[in-house]
């Protein structure tokens, strides 16, 4: 039987677009190179998934009378070929599994995988641990700065992906790099169940690059998570059901701090990383010198006979004079990150972890955790 729908071009690629960033570069289950569509009641919901991932979304089509079916169609060739048509309607027809776009006098045929076959995954009421509202930005800041910075790390899983978890009525979403950087957020919510979570890598990236709008809904089950926003649902296996222990590393004390301009900063981490040695067995490293109401900051190239320092003004709230080492690479992630004018800077030792918070109005508010280079170490190895 022939089925038949007309569909407005710029809806249904917006959604293909969104639900084809699940498609995996390669799929060892042949059918999750597909996506599923399912078209009842005017309506055609579109599902992509891999082994971590499902995104789902929607656009409107116009089709015969309780013309309900389903096709399951090669995501990449679909995608791509809706996209560079230059139409406003298309129609398609689908028929003994396979499907045809037709526009005009171009016409297109797709050979389909068998849509029983496609598994979506589905949240389940009864298997609810949390359900809870959460703005937008939230989402798209943590989800986006967690796909920027998490590294994979087979010994420990549980480090690599972004946390989420509701502590006392307070949303706290934790990342971190390699064991050197760390990210927080905490927001506010009416929410007082306790959960925590721990997503992958894959749900961050999708979520950055398609930036949620309005309120988002976090549904947590026990082994899978959801979001819901402006007609789209990410569904996301759970990496691990316990809260990251990340938050151990933000133990510092809030009086004792430098306060400093962003912008002159970054610019100042520019510029010096010109003069800053790196070879395949070292990293860039930048020296950050406080005294009184000045930060130096001073980079060195042995090697080749180069070096470079800068001299910024800062406001020293109780913090002492330090100098504490740190990988350029590693520090321009959080200042780069942050777009306020200016930071705080907690600092409490050469050898300790640096804190970096935004103090701006922005919300949510960002701190980051910062583990410094041992250059007495680096040298002990480095002679023998």
Sequence with gaps: MKNKIVANKKLMSECLNTVAKALASKSLIPIFDGILLVIKDGVCLAYCRNQALQIKGRFPVEGEKNDNFSMCVPGRILKDTISLLSVEEITLEYDNQVLFIKVKRKKYKIPCFKAEDYIPMVTVAENELARLSLPSSVINQSMGIGSNIVVWDDLRPSLSGVSISNVEGKIEIYSMHGGSLFFRSITDISEEKAFGIILGREVCLAI??????????????????SFKSDGFEFISILINHEPSNIKKYYNYDVDSFISVNNIELNASLKRLSMYALSTKDSVKTIFLNINGEELTLSVEDNDN???ASEVLDIVNNNTDNIQIAFNMSILSKPLGSITSDSIKLFLTGSTKPAFIEDISDSFPKQAWAVLPVDVKRKKELANG
């Design 305 to 307: 006979n180069k070096d």
């Design 208 to 225: 950055k690059e398609t930036q949620l709008s309005g309120d988002a809904e976090l549904i947590v089950e026990e082994k899978i998570c």
